[in-house]
C-alpha cells in the first residue's frame, strides 16, 4: 500500500522547492541530505511530502519522549490511512541498578512498565515485520537499545489456519511460549481463554481479538470477534499471533543459554577467587543461580535483560539487536532536531557502559552484562541507510556528512519573518529591559528574559516581581509538572515575563512571546554560542512583530554570525512577502488546550472543556506533599495511590513530563510515610 497524505492545505512559501530537492537528492542516492529549516516553516510537513513521494518505511528519529510524541500525533494525522507507529522507552518511571563503590551503596533496579506503550512497541514491530511498506515509526533514542532478535521473534510466531490439524492442548501450550496467559474471565491483551472446544484469544496489540473453533483436532473456523462484546465480526481463513514480548527465544535457545549462563558463572567464581575476593565470589554465585532457578520455572527473571547476549545467540563484544534491524535495507531515516538527537545518540553507550563496569566489577552481574547496551555511535552509522537531518541550526557534524545535498527552508507559510535582532550595550541592560517590558505590557504581548545562570535568573525575577511586573522563572531545578504549568500559565495570561536559563529552546511553542532579551551574549560558552542563540532566538518567531535583544559589551563571532544569519533569512522572506503580496499572520498555538492533567484536584483528569477553571486562582489546588513534620495518618496511602494513578495516567495519554512530576511525587509521599514509621518507633 501506497502512503496517502491528507491535509486540508498545500506545501506554500519553500516549501514545494525544498520538498523536490530533498525527493530529487534521495532518488539520486545520495547517502545523507539536511533540510535547514527555522522555527515556523513547516518541517513536518515537508516531511510528510518527501515521504509520500518515495514511499518507503521511515524511521523518525526525536531526542526525547515529548517531541516524539508530538511528531507521532502530526503523521498520524497525515497519513490516517497508513501504519504510524510509537516507539519509546515504555517504563513510566525507572530507576535502573547501580552500585557506587565509595559508599558501599548497591541500588535495585526499580521500574513501572506502560502496558499501553508496550503494546505499542510491540505495534512497530508488527508492522515491520508484516512486509507493509507504508510504515513510519517515530521513535526516541530507546530505539538504539536492544530489543529481541528479529530472527527469533518472527519464528516464534504461531500460523494458523483453517483446516489445519492441531491438538487444543498443543495450541494452548504454544501461546504459553510466547507468554501469553490462561484467564477464567474477561480477555486483556496477551490472554486466551477456553471453553469447550473453542480458544480465543486476544492479540498483543490493538484490540484484535479471535475465536477458534476445534472439531477433534481441526481448527474448524477462525471468527475476529469484538474484544468487549464478544460479536462476530468477520470469518477469517487464517490468522498470526505474534509474542506477548519481544523477548521470547525459541525453547532449543533458551536450553542453549541455560547451559552457557552456568559455564560462565563457574568462569566468574574461579576468578574472583583467584583473586582472593570471596565476597564478590559468594555474591554472583548466588545472584546468578537465583536468576537461573526463576528462569527454569518460569521462563524470566528480573534483570533477565543482562542475560540477552545468550538468549539472542551473540557472541561477547557483538552489538544488541535493535529497532533498527527490523527495517528493511531501503528505509529512509529522519533525525528531528538533529543537533541535539546526534549528539544524544553519541552519548548513550559511555553513560551506560561507566554504570555497567562496577556492576560487574563487584560481583553484581556477569561480564555478558556490558553487552546489553546501546548501540555505538559508530554502530548505529553503520546501520542506518538515507538519512535526512532536520534542524534550524544543523551542527557542522550534519553539514560536513550532507556536502551539497544542504536544502534551505526559511519562508513560513504565516508569512512571518525572523525576529530581527538588535545587539545593545549591558551597561544599563536593566534599565532598558524595563522600558521593553512596559511597552510589550501595553501592547498586550509577553516576553522571554534568558540568563546564564540559574542564580541570576532567579534573581532578575524577583526583582521584576518587586518593581510590579508579573513575572515568573523557570529552570531544571523544577519539577517537571511545574514547568508545564508556568507555560501554561503564561497562555493563560496570568504573567507578562519568564525568566529561563537553557529550557526555552527547541519544541517550545510561545506565539504570545513578542520579545526575547538574552542577557550576557558576549559570554562565550555552551549557553552563548551560535546554535543556543539561534534556538532561543526562534522563540520570538511566531510573533509577527518578534524581535531579539542581545546585551553585550562586545560583540562575539557567535553574536555575528547570528545576526549575520538572521538578516539573511529576513531578507530572502521579506522579498518572498513583497513578490507575492503576502501579509504575515499571528501564529497559532499548535495544542488548543493546556493538559488536563495539569488540573490537580480533577477525578481521572479528563478533557477539559473550560479551561478558565485551571487558570481559577481563588481556588488552592491540592497540595499533596507538605513539610516533613505533617502527619498523614492514614491518608498517605491514598495519597500515593493518587499519585501513582496519575502517573500511570499521564504516562498512557503520551504526557511524559507530567508522569515524571507525579513519580516525584509519589517518591516525596513514600520517603515522608517511611519517616513518620521511623519516628513512631
Not at 510537513?45 to 518505511?57: D, G, H, W
Not at 501564529?587 to 488546550?593: E, F, H, I, L, Y
Amino acid at each position: 500500500m501506497d502512503f496517502k497524505l491528507v491535509s486540508d492545505y498545500a506545501p506554500m512559501g519553500d516549501q514545494p522547492e525544498a520538498i523536490d530537492k530533498l525527493v530529487a537528492h534521495l532518488k539520486k542516492g545520495v547517502p545523507t541530505a539536511t533540510l535547514h529549516g527555522v522555527t515556523g516553516s513547516g518541517k513536518t510537513f515537508t516531511m510528510a511530502n518527501v515521504i509520500a513521494q518515495l514511499n518507503r518505511p521511515v524511521l523518525v528519529l526525536s531526542h526525547n519522549k515529548t517531541l516524539a510524541a508530538q511528531l507521532y500525533s502530526e503523521f498520524k494525522s497525515f497519513f490516517p490511512d497508513n501504519a504510524v507507529e510509537y516507539f519509546v522507552s515504555y517504563y513510566d518511571y525507572y530507576q535502573p541498578e547501580a552500585y557506587i563503590p565509595s559508599t558501599d551503596t548497591y541500588i535495585e533496579k526499580d521500574l513501572a512498565i506502560n502496558a499501553e506503550i508496550d503494546r505499542m512497541r510491540l505495534s512497530a514491530t508488527y508492522s515491520l515485520l508484516s512486509g507493509r511498506r507504508d510504515v513510519i515509526v517515530v521513535a526516541s533514542v530507546s530505539c538504539i537499545y536492544g530489543i529481541g532478535n528479529p530472527a527469533d521473534f518472527h519464528s516464534t510466531m504461531i500460523q494458523l489456519k483453517v483446516g489445519d490439524v492441531m491438538a487444543m492442548k498443543h495450541l494452548m501450550y504454544r501461546l504459553v511460549e510466547i507468554l501469553y496467559t490462561r484467564v477464567e474471565g474477561d480477555l486483556e491483551p496477551s490472554t486466551f481463554r477456553v471453553k469447550g472446544d473453542t480458544i480465543t484469544i486476544r492479540s498483543s496489540v490493538g484490540n484484535h481479538c479471535y475465536r477458534l473453533t476445534f472439531f477433534d483436532d481441526e481448527i474448524e473456523d477462525i471468527s475476529r470477534i469484538d474484544a468487549e462484546t464478544g460479536q462476530r465480526l468477520d470469518g477469517l481463513e487464517s490468522v498470526n499471533i505474534y509474542p506477548a514480548n519481544l523477548f521470547v527465544p525459541s525453547k532449543q535457545r533458551v536450553e542453549q543459554a541455560i547451559m552457557q549462563i552456568e559455564y560462565d558463572l563457574e568462569k566468574q567464581i574461579e576468578f574472583f577467587t583467584k583473586e582472593g575476593r570471596d565476597v564478590e565470589a559468594k555474591r554472583i554465585e548466588q545472584r546468578v543461580n537465583y536468576d537461573l532457578e526463576m528462569i527454569k520455572e518460569l521462563g524470566y527473571c528480573s534483570g533477565i535483560e543482562n542475560y540477552s547476549r545468550y538468549f539472542d545467540g551473540r557472541s561477547p563484544g557483538m552489538r544488541p539487536f535493535c529497532l533498527l534491524d527490523y527495517f528493511p535495507e531501503d528505509a529512509l531515516f529522519i533525525i528531528d532536531e538533529s543537533h541535539v538527537t546526534v549528539p544524544q545518540v553519541r552519548g548513550m553507550f559511555g553513560g551506560d557502559r561507566s554504570r555497567k563496569e562496577n556492576l560487574v566489577e563487584y560481583g553484581f552481574r556477569l561480564p555478558a552484562a556490558r553487552d546489553n547496551r546501546p548501540l555505538r555511535f559508530e554502530e548505529f552509522e553503520a546501520m542506518v541507510g538515507q538519512t535526512i537531518y532536520v534542524s534550524a541550526t544543523p551542527a557542522s557534524y550534519e553539514l560536513a556528512r550532507s556536502e551539497d545535498s544542504v536544502v534551505e527552508q526559511f519562508i513560513r507559510p504565516t508569512g512571518i519573518i525572523d525576529p530581527a535582532l538588535k545587539v545593545v550595550d549591558s551597561t544599563h541592560q536593566i534599565d532598558r529591559l524595563m522600558e521593553d517590558i512596559e511597552e510589550c505590557v501595553k501592547r498586550g504581548e509577553k516576553m522571554i528574559v534568558t540568563t546564564i545562570s540559574k542564580r541570576m535568573c532567579e534573581e532578575v525575577s524577583a526583582y521584576l516581581e518587586k518593581m510590579g511586573v508579573r513575572s515568573r522563572y523557570i529552570h531544571s531545578d523544577l519539577d517537571t509538572l511545574e514547568r508545564v504549568q508556568i507555560l501554561e500559565d503564561m497562555h493563560a495570561d496570568l504573567f507578562d515575563v519568564l525568566c529561563g536559563v537553557n529550557l526555552l529552546r527547541e519544541g517550545i511553542d510561545l506565539p504570545e512571546v513578542s520579545q526575547v532579551s538574552i542577557f550576557d551574549a558576549d559570554k562565550n560558552g555552551y549557553l552563548r554560542n551560535y546554535t543556543a542563540m539561534t534556538q532561543v532566538a526562534g522563540r520570538a518567531a511566531r510573533h509577527a512583530q518578534g524581535r531579539v535583544v542581545l546585551y553585550g559589551s562586545t560583540c562575539t563571532e557567535a553574536m555575528r554570525r547570528t545576526v549575520e544569519d538572521s538578516n539573511r533569512r529576513r531578507e530572502k522572506q521579506i522579498r518572498y512577502n513583497i513578490e507575492h503580496g503576502i501579509v504575515p499572520r499571528q501564529a497559532k498555538r499548535n495544542t488548543a488546550q493546556p493538559s488536563p492533567l495539569l488540573d490537580m484536584g480533577a477525578e481521572g483528569a479528563g478533557v477539559l472543556t473550560d479551561t478558565k477553571a485551571l487558570y481559577n486562582t481563588t481556588v488552592a489546588p491540592e497540595r499533596y506533599v507538605a513539610d516533613n513534620s505533617a502527619h498523614y495518618g492514614e491518608n498517605i496511602d491514598s495519597l500515593i495511590e493518587q499519585a501513582r494513578n496519575d502517573m500511570e495516567r499521564a504516562a498512557k495519554s503520551l504526557d511524559f513530563m507530567a508522569a515524571a512530576r507525579y513519580c516525584d511525587r509519589m517518591y516525596e509521599l513514600q520517603q515522608i510515610k517511611e519517616e513518620q514509621l521511623q519516628y513512631r518507633r
